[in-house]
């Protein structure tokens, strides 16, 4: 099946840093990429949908100067949080979209990245 | 707007059978998927519909009514290991698509 890596899986940093993310699909091309935010016992919410080569569309309420998003190529993908601040803490999963059988699309996720900022 | 809707805890006995019901109203609709998902792991794939009826996978089964905006995941034989978060997703047209995920659901399977 398709593979979709992270990178960090963890990372703790302090208040008033950035903080990079990095999603690669590792043995495909992925038209799409999304990026999702998940609190404790919460739900995926999406946070932007990302194409190769344009700008990310970003959900409403998510700020796109505070949640950099950059979509270089067809195998990789980075969330880019600003001037992180505890709030900021949560659970990052990035996905990698790609045509299945048919008409299609499986969505492979990547492991996720747990930021703590203190 | 978008909006899906499941039940937030459900409870069952190991052997038994559970169905996890899924409710949406959302802007377009191009697929529903299920998705399992333990405690700080990512989400897998489970079960996909498009078109109304039952697609069966083994001991999962899911069903979907596009007229009444309804979906559910129906769970056979359930195992201590199938205690997890069960999340549906709609796909919806978005300039191109994108996910809208459900409130999900816990599943707590008791010996």
């Known amino acids: 099946g398709a593979v979709v890596s992270q990178h960090p899986s963890w990372v703790i940093c302090k208040s008033g840093t950035s903080v990079k993310i990095e999603c690669r699909s590792l043995?495909?091309?992925?038209?799409?990429m999304f990026w999702y935010r998940q609190f404790p016992k919460q739900s995926l919410m999406l946070m932007a949908t990302s194409n190769e080569g344009s700008k990310a569309t970003y959900e409403q309420g998510v700020e796109k100067d505070k949640f950099l998003i950059n979509h270089a190529s067809l195998t990789l993908s980075t969330l880019t949080v600003t001037s992180a601040h505890p709030e900021d803490s949560s659970f990052y999963i990035c996905s990698a979209e790609s045509p299945s059988s048919g008409s299609l699309y499986e969505q492979y996720f990547g492991p996720g990245t747990r930021l703590t900022v203190t | 707007g978008q909006n899906i809707d499941q039940p937030t805890e459900m409870t069952a006995t190991e052997g038994a059978i559970v169905q996890i019901n899924c409710t949406y109203q959302?802007?377009?609709?191009?697929?529903l998927f299920w998705y399992q998902q333990h405690a700080g792991e990512a989400p897998t794939f489970l079960s996909y519909n498009v078109l109304d009826g039952l697609e069966e996978k083994g001991r999962f089964s899911s069903f979907l009514s596009r007229s009444k905006g309804y979906s559910y995941l129906l769970l056979k034989e359930l195992q201590m290991k199938d205690s997890a978060s069960y999340l549906c997703?709609?796909?919806?047209?978005?300039?191109?698509?994108?996910?809208?995920f459900g409130t999900g659901t816990r599943l707590k399977v008791l010996a």
């Open positions: 997703a709609v796909r919806v047209p978005s300039g191109p698509y994108k996910y809208i």
């Open positions: 959302t802007s377009g609709f191009n697929g």
């Open positions: 043995d495909f091309q992925a038209t799409t």
